[in-house]
Protein backbone atom coordinates (compact mmCIF):
# COMPACT_ATOMS: atom_id res chain seq x y z
CA UNK A 1 0.00 0.00 0.00
CA UNK A 2 1.57 3.09 -0.95
CA UNK A 3 1.06 6.41 0.96
CA UNK A 4 2.62 9.48 2.47
CA UNK A 5 5.41 8.50 5.12
CA UNK A 6 7.30 11.20 5.66
CA UNK A 7 6.60 13.49 8.63
CA UNK A 8 7.80 10.59 11.57
CA UNK A 9 6.03 11.31 14.92
CA UNK A 10 3.83 14.46 13.09
CA UNK A 11 2.12 11.93 10.78
CA UNK A 12 1.27 9.76 13.43
CA UNK A 13 0.19 12.33 15.73
CA UNK A 14 -2.56 13.69 12.78
CA UNK A 15 -3.89 9.82 12.93
CA UNK A 16 -4.48 9.85 16.65
CA UNK A 17 -6.36 13.16 16.47
CA UNK A 18 -8.56 10.00 14.14
CA UNK A 19 -8.22 7.38 16.24
CA UNK A 20 -8.99 9.00 19.21
CA UNK A 21 -12.94 9.34 18.11
CA UNK A 22 -16.26 9.59 19.89
CA UNK A 23 -17.29 7.31 19.23
CA UNK A 24 -14.02 5.35 19.19
CA UNK A 25 -13.53 6.99 22.38
CA UNK A 26 -11.41 3.82 23.08
CA UNK A 27 -11.71 0.45 22.47
CA UNK A 28 -11.75 -2.33 25.22
CA UNK A 29 -12.89 -6.15 24.95
CA UNK A 30 -16.02 -6.83 26.84
CA UNK A 31 -15.34 -8.51 29.91
CA UNK A 32 -19.28 -10.68 29.31
CA UNK A 33 -17.49 -12.13 25.82
CA UNK A 34 -14.93 -13.05 28.15
CA UNK A 35 -11.85 -10.87 26.25
CA UNK A 36 -10.93 -9.30 29.59
CA UNK A 37 -7.25 -10.72 31.03
CA UNK A 38 -3.85 -9.14 32.04
CA UNK A 39 -2.36 -9.68 28.59
CA UNK A 40 -4.92 -8.09 26.88
CA UNK A 41 -6.91 -5.12 26.05
CA UNK A 42 -9.18 -3.69 28.61
CA UNK A 43 -11.10 0.13 28.96
CA UNK A 44 -8.51 0.82 31.82
CA UNK A 45 -5.92 -0.26 29.95
CA UNK A 46 -6.94 1.88 26.89
CA UNK A 47 -8.33 5.01 28.90
CA UNK A 48 -4.62 4.93 30.56
CA UNK A 49 -3.37 5.03 26.88
CA UNK A 50 -5.45 7.83 25.97
CA UNK A 51 -4.75 9.78 29.10
CA UNK A 52 -1.10 9.47 28.48
CA UNK A 53 -1.29 11.22 25.45
CA UNK A 54 -3.61 14.19 26.22
CA UNK A 55 -3.30 14.10 29.82
CA UNK A 56 -5.98 13.70 32.59
CA UNK A 57 -9.42 16.21 32.68
CA UNK A 58 -11.90 15.32 35.42
CA UNK A 59 -15.05 15.75 34.90
CA UNK A 60 -15.05 15.15 30.70
CA UNK A 61 -15.32 12.58 28.19
CA UNK A 62 -12.01 10.63 27.90
CA UNK A 63 -12.05 11.62 24.50
CA UNK A 64 -13.88 14.33 22.70
CA UNK A 65 -13.58 15.84 25.47
CA UNK A 66 -14.75 19.32 23.88
CA UNK A 67 -18.14 19.94 22.79
CA UNK A 68 -21.41 21.13 23.28
CA UNK A 69 -25.29 19.66 23.09
CA UNK A 70 -27.63 19.69 20.36
CA UNK A 71 -30.80 18.95 19.64
CA UNK A 72 -33.69 18.48 17.39
CA UNK A 73 -35.46 15.65 15.24
CA UNK A 74 -35.42 13.07 12.94
CA UNK A 75 -38.05 11.88 10.52
CA UNK A 76 -37.96 8.69 8.28
CA UNK A 77 -39.43 8.66 4.53
CA UNK A 78 -39.31 4.36 4.45
CA UNK A 79 -36.72 3.88 1.85
CA UNK A 80 -35.41 1.75 3.99
CA UNK A 81 -38.19 -0.17 5.76
CA UNK A 82 -37.49 -2.82 2.93
CA UNK A 83 -34.16 -3.72 4.61
CA UNK A 84 -35.10 -3.31 8.27
CA UNK A 85 -37.96 -2.69 10.88
CA UNK A 86 -36.47 -0.01 12.93
CA UNK A 87 -38.40 2.70 13.97
CA UNK A 88 -36.11 5.19 12.31
CA UNK A 89 -37.15 4.17 8.91
CA UNK A 90 -40.96 4.98 9.49
CA UNK A 91 -42.20 7.81 8.25
CA UNK A 92 -42.11 9.12 11.20
CA UNK A 93 -40.54 11.89 13.30
CA UNK A 94 -38.71 11.38 16.21
CA UNK A 95 -37.05 13.52 19.15
CA UNK A 96 -32.89 13.68 18.81
CA UNK A 97 -30.30 14.19 21.50
CA UNK A 98 -26.73 14.84 19.96
CA UNK A 99 -23.33 16.62 20.99
CA UNK A 100 -20.61 17.62 18.25
CA UNK A 101 -16.95 18.09 19.10
CA UNK A 102 -13.71 17.83 18.48
CA UNK A 103 -11.69 14.79 18.47
CA UNK A 104 -8.86 14.66 21.33
CA UNK A 105 -8.66 14.64 25.10
CA UNK A 106 -8.24 18.18 25.94
CA UNK A 107 -10.99 19.76 26.91
CA UNK A 108 -10.35 23.58 26.24
CA UNK A 109 -8.10 23.07 23.39
CA UNK A 110 -8.61 25.64 20.46
CA UNK A 111 -10.19 25.43 17.16
CA UNK A 112 -7.99 24.52 14.13
CA UNK A 113 -9.70 23.55 10.30
CA UNK A 114 -7.74 20.54 10.29
CA UNK A 115 -8.84 18.87 13.53
CA UNK A 116 -11.40 16.08 13.12
CA UNK A 117 -15.19 16.90 14.19
CA UNK A 118 -17.48 14.52 15.19
CA UNK A 119 -21.67 14.17 15.89
CA UNK A 120 -22.98 11.91 18.50
CA UNK A 121 -26.85 11.32 18.20
CA UNK A 122 -29.05 9.70 20.14
CA UNK A 123 -32.74 8.43 18.13
CA UNK A 124 -35.41 8.19 20.77
CA UNK A 125 -37.84 6.05 19.27
CA UNK A 126 -41.26 4.26 20.80
CA UNK A 127 -41.32 1.86 23.32
CA UNK A 128 -38.27 2.34 24.83
CA UNK A 129 -35.79 2.11 21.94
CA UNK A 130 -32.68 3.92 21.05
CA UNK A 131 -30.48 4.42 17.90
CA UNK A 132 -27.29 5.96 19.27
CA UNK A 133 -24.71 7.09 16.86
CA UNK A 134 -20.92 7.89 17.14
CA UNK A 135 -20.08 9.79 13.86
CA UNK A 136 -16.66 11.53 12.64
CA UNK A 137 -16.12 13.47 9.30
CA UNK A 138 -13.29 11.29 8.24
CA UNK A 139 -13.51 8.46 5.38
CA UNK A 140 -11.79 5.63 7.34
CA UNK A 141 -10.38 4.44 10.70
CA UNK A 142 -6.65 4.22 10.86
CA UNK A 143 -6.70 1.15 12.41
CA UNK A 144 -8.44 -2.27 12.48
CA UNK A 145 -8.33 -3.94 16.20
CA UNK A 146 -8.27 -2.47 19.62
CA UNK A 147 -4.83 -3.65 19.58
CA UNK A 148 -3.37 -1.54 17.00
CA UNK A 149 -5.66 1.92 18.63
CA UNK A 150 -3.66 1.43 21.74
CA UNK A 151 -0.43 0.75 20.60
CA UNK A 152 -0.66 4.17 18.91
CA UNK A 153 -1.79 5.85 21.52
CA UNK A 154 1.27 4.46 23.25
CA UNK A 155 3.49 5.07 20.44
CA UNK A 156 2.26 9.09 20.21
CA UNK A 157 3.00 9.54 24.30
CA UNK A 158 4.81 12.65 24.37
CA UNK A 159 7.49 12.25 26.48
CA UNK A 160 8.69 14.51 29.88
CA UNK A 161 10.54 17.05 29.17
CA UNK A 162 10.31 17.16 25.13
CA UNK A 163 6.77 16.98 24.59
CA UNK A 164 7.13 14.96 21.86
CA UNK A 165 6.69 11.11 21.36
CA UNK A 166 9.76 8.91 21.19
CA UNK A 167 11.18 8.86 17.91
CA UNK A 168 12.11 5.18 18.21
CA UNK A 169 8.80 4.04 19.45
CA UNK A 170 7.07 5.97 16.66
CA UNK A 171 9.47 4.81 14.21
CA UNK A 172 8.91 0.96 15.34
CA UNK A 173 5.39 1.24 15.40
CA UNK A 174 5.06 2.04 11.85
CA UNK A 175 7.41 -0.79 10.80
CA UNK A 176 5.37 -3.19 12.31
CA UNK A 177 2.04 -1.62 10.89
CA UNK A 178 3.07 -0.63 7.09
CA UNK A 179 -0.81 -0.52 6.00
CA UNK A 180 -1.11 2.50 7.75
CA UNK A 181 0.15 4.38 5.35
CA UNK A 182 -2.85 3.94 2.96
CA UNK A 183 -5.19 5.06 5.98
CA UNK A 184 -3.05 8.31 6.64
CA UNK A 185 -3.03 9.19 3.45
CA UNK A 186 -6.48 9.16 3.27
CA UNK A 187 -6.96 11.52 6.12
CA UNK A 188 -4.37 13.45 4.95
CA UNK A 189 -6.28 14.25 1.87
CA UNK A 190 -9.35 14.16 3.38
CA UNK A 191 -11.99 17.46 1.88
CA UNK A 192 -12.14 20.35 5.03
CA UNK A 193 -15.45 21.78 5.24
CA UNK A 194 -15.75 25.25 6.41
CA UNK A 195 -17.39 23.82 10.10
CA UNK A 196 -19.35 21.25 11.93
CA UNK A 197 -23.14 22.78 10.00
CA UNK A 198 -21.95 21.50 7.05
CA UNK A 199 -19.70 18.26 8.15
CA UNK A 200 -20.44 15.00 6.49
CA UNK A 201 -19.90 12.69 9.37
CA UNK A 202 -19.41 8.99 8.95
CA UNK A 203 -20.50 5.81 11.06
CA UNK A 204 -17.31 4.22 10.18
CA UNK A 205 -17.94 0.57 12.00
CA UNK A 206 -20.17 -1.97 9.78
CA UNK A 207 -23.98 -2.63 11.02
CA UNK A 208 -26.43 -5.76 10.08
CA UNK A 209 -29.73 -4.37 8.43
CA UNK A 210 -32.12 -7.56 9.45
CA UNK A 211 -35.41 -7.35 7.31
CA UNK A 212 -38.96 -8.67 8.24
CA UNK A 213 -38.58 -11.03 5.47
CA UNK A 214 -35.65 -12.81 7.25
CA UNK A 215 -32.64 -10.72 4.50
CA UNK A 216 -29.53 -9.90 6.36
CA UNK A 217 -27.76 -6.90 4.73
CA UNK A 218 -24.25 -5.15 6.18
CA UNK A 219 -24.03 -1.64 5.84
CA UNK A 220 -22.42 1.59 6.73
CA UNK A 221 -23.86 5.27 6.98
CA UNK A 222 -23.36 8.77 6.87
CA UNK A 223 -24.91 12.05 7.81
CA UNK A 224 -24.96 13.89 4.91
CA UNK A 225 -25.32 17.84 5.16
CA UNK A 226 -27.87 19.68 3.23
CA UNK A 227 -25.35 22.05 1.53
CA UNK A 228 -21.11 21.59 2.03
CA UNK A 229 -18.95 24.82 1.73
CA UNK A 230 -15.37 23.78 1.86
CA UNK A 231 -13.79 27.57 1.75
CA UNK A 232 -13.74 30.13 4.19
CA UNK A 233 -12.83 28.11 6.99
CA UNK A 234 -13.29 29.12 10.28
CA UNK A 235 -10.25 31.41 12.05
CA UNK A 236 -8.02 29.42 14.82
CA UNK A 237 -9.76 31.57 17.67
CA UNK A 238 -10.52 29.56 20.78
CA UNK A 239 -13.91 28.74 19.71
CA UNK A 240 -13.71 29.32 15.91
CA UNK A 241 -15.54 26.51 15.03
CA UNK A 242 -18.31 26.48 17.99
CA UNK A 243 -19.20 29.88 17.51
CA UNK A 244 -19.67 29.67 13.81
CA UNK A 245 -21.91 26.76 14.43
CA UNK A 246 -23.87 28.81 16.88
CA UNK A 247 -24.55 31.57 14.73
CA UNK A 248 -25.42 28.39 12.11
CA UNK A 249 -27.98 26.96 13.94
CA UNK A 250 -29.38 30.44 15.59
CA UNK A 251 -30.02 31.72 11.94
CA UNK A 252 -31.57 28.05 10.73
CA UNK A 253 -32.21 24.64 11.10
CA UNK A 254 -29.21 22.82 10.05
CA UNK A 255 -30.37 19.47 8.08
CA UNK A 256 -28.46 16.51 7.36
CA UNK A 257 -29.36 13.33 4.84
CA UNK A 258 -28.76 9.78 7.02
CA UNK A 259 -27.28 7.84 3.71
CA UNK A 260 -27.28 4.22 4.17
CA UNK A 261 -24.13 2.34 2.22
CA UNK A 262 -24.94 -1.41 1.42
CA UNK A 263 -21.65 -3.48 1.91
CA UNK A 264 -20.90 -4.92 -2.00
CA UNK A 265 -19.34 -8.66 -2.60
CA UNK A 266 -15.96 -7.08 -1.91
CA UNK A 267 -16.62 -4.72 0.95
CA UNK A 268 -14.43 -5.48 4.50
CA UNK A 269 -17.46 -5.57 6.89
CA UNK A 270 -14.57 -6.40 10.51
CA UNK A 271 -12.48 -4.30 9.20
CA UNK A 272 -13.21 -0.29 10.27
CA UNK A 273 -10.03 1.04 8.15
CA UNK A 274 -10.78 -0.41 4.97
CA UNK A 275 -12.87 2.12 2.57
CA UNK A 276 -15.94 0.35 0.35
CA UNK A 277 -16.38 0.14 -2.93
CA UNK A 278 -17.58 3.65 -4.48
CA UNK A 279 -20.00 1.41 -6.77
CA UNK A 280 -22.12 0.62 -3.59
CA UNK A 281 -25.73 1.05 -3.73
CA UNK A 282 -27.05 4.33 -1.18
CA UNK A 283 -30.42 4.77 0.00
CA UNK A 284 -31.20 8.13 1.42
CA UNK A 285 -33.25 6.99 4.44
CA UNK A 286 -34.31 10.39 6.42
CA UNK A 287 -33.59 13.66 7.40
CA UNK A 288 -31.81 14.66 10.52
CA UNK A 289 -32.77 18.55 11.80
CA UNK A 290 -31.10 20.32 14.51
CA UNK A 291 -32.35 23.57 15.84
CA UNK A 292 -30.46 24.42 19.24
CA UNK A 293 -26.94 23.99 20.78
CA UNK A 294 -26.74 24.10 24.73
CA UNK A 295 -24.02 24.27 27.04
CA UNK A 296 -22.83 20.86 28.65
CA UNK A 297 -23.68 22.32 32.08
CA UNK A 298 -27.56 22.46 31.15
CA UNK A 299 -27.60 20.32 27.74
CA UNK A 300 -29.45 16.97 27.81
CA UNK A 301 -26.52 15.27 26.37
CA UNK A 302 -24.09 15.63 29.20
CA UNK A 303 -25.07 12.13 30.52
CA UNK A 304 -25.24 10.16 27.75
CA UNK A 305 -22.73 7.45 26.53
CA UNK A 306 -23.50 7.43 22.52
CA UNK A 307 -22.47 4.09 22.52
CA UNK A 308 -23.02 2.62 18.96
CA UNK A 309 -24.10 -1.14 20.37
CA UNK A 310 -27.13 0.59 21.79
CA UNK A 311 -29.31 -0.48 18.79
CA UNK A 312 -33.03 -0.43 17.58
CA UNK A 313 -34.68 -3.33 16.81
CA UNK A 314 -34.20 -4.42 12.67
CA UNK A 315 -30.24 -3.34 13.23
CA UNK A 316 -27.33 -5.50 14.87
CA UNK A 317 -24.09 -5.33 15.12
CA UNK A 318 -21.49 -6.64 12.79
CA UNK A 319 -18.37 -8.52 13.76
CA UNK A 320 -16.20 -5.75 13.55
CA UNK A 321 -13.87 -6.16 16.36
CA UNK A 322 -13.32 -1.98 17.11
CA UNK A 323 -17.47 -1.74 17.56
CA UNK A 324 -17.83 -4.91 19.43
CA UNK A 325 -15.67 -3.58 21.63
CA UNK A 326 -16.64 -0.16 22.32
CA UNK A 327 -19.52 0.01 24.86
CA UNK A 328 -17.31 -1.61 27.71
CA UNK A 329 -14.77 1.12 27.51
CA UNK A 330 -17.53 3.80 27.31
CA UNK A 331 -19.20 2.65 30.58
CA UNK A 332 -16.01 2.36 32.32
CA UNK A 333 -15.13 6.24 30.92
CA UNK A 334 -18.87 7.27 31.87
CA UNK A 335 -18.19 5.67 35.45
CA UNK A 336 -15.63 7.66 36.12
CA UNK A 337 -16.43 11.40 35.11
CA UNK A 338 -19.90 10.56 36.97
CA UNK A 339 -17.55 10.59 40.52
CA UNK A 340 -15.83 13.61 39.52
CA UNK A 341 -16.84 17.43 39.95
CA UNK A 342 -18.72 18.76 37.04
CA UNK A 343 -16.21 20.90 35.58
CA UNK A 344 -17.11 24.15 33.46
CA UNK A 345 -18.15 23.68 30.16
CA UNK A 346 -15.78 23.79 26.97
CA UNK A 347 -17.91 25.73 24.79
CA UNK A 348 -21.10 27.78 26.41
CA UNK A 349 -23.52 29.22 23.89
CA UNK A 350 -24.48 31.43 26.03
CA UNK A 351 -21.46 33.32 26.63
CA UNK A 352 -20.75 35.76 23.27
CA UNK A 353 -18.21 34.51 20.52
CA UNK A 354 -14.97 34.44 20.51
CA UNK A 355 -14.57 34.50 24.71
CA UNK A 356 -11.60 32.37 26.15
CA UNK A 357 -11.46 29.48 28.18
CA UNK A 358 -8.78 29.07 30.36
CA UNK A 359 -9.00 25.38 32.14
CA UNK A 360 -7.22 26.23 35.18
CA UNK A 361 -10.33 28.70 36.23
CA UNK A 362 -13.76 28.75 36.71
CA UNK A 363 -14.67 25.10 37.26
CA UNK A 364 -17.71 24.31 39.11
CA UNK A 365 -17.97 22.42 42.00
CA UNK A 366 -20.87 19.11 42.14
CA UNK A 367 -21.02 16.23 40.47
CA UNK A 368 -22.41 15.02 36.80
CA UNK A 369 -25.55 13.37 36.95
CA UNK A 370 -27.35 10.87 34.62
CA UNK A 371 -30.42 8.85 34.93
CA UNK A 372 -29.65 5.14 34.68
CA UNK A 373 -31.16 5.00 31.30
CA UNK A 374 -29.43 7.69 30.50
CA UNK A 375 -25.88 5.93 31.11
CA UNK A 376 -27.36 2.78 29.76
Not at 61 to 79: D, L, T
Not at 187 to 210: C, K, M, Q, W
Request: net charge neutral; proline share 8%; glycine share 10%.
Amino acid sequence: MAGKTSGGSGELIRWLGVASLPCVLAVGFAAAGGWLSPHRVTPDTLLAALQGVDGTHPGFRRNHAKGVCVSGWFEGNGQAASYSPAFAFDSKRVPVIGRFALAGGMPYQGDAPGKVRSMALALKGPDGQEWRMGLNDIPVFPVSTPQEFQALQQAVRPLEGTGKPDPLAVRTFRAAHPWLASAGKALADRPITSGFENDTYRSLDSFVLHGADGRSTAMRFAMVPEEQKFADLPGRGENASFDQLDEAVSAHPLRWTLVLTLAGAGDAVNDPSRIWSAQDRQIAAGTLTLTRLASEKEGDCTGITFDPLILPEGVAASDDPVLQARSATYMRSFAERSREKRPRPAFDPAVSPGGKTDEKSGATPGSESASPEKAS
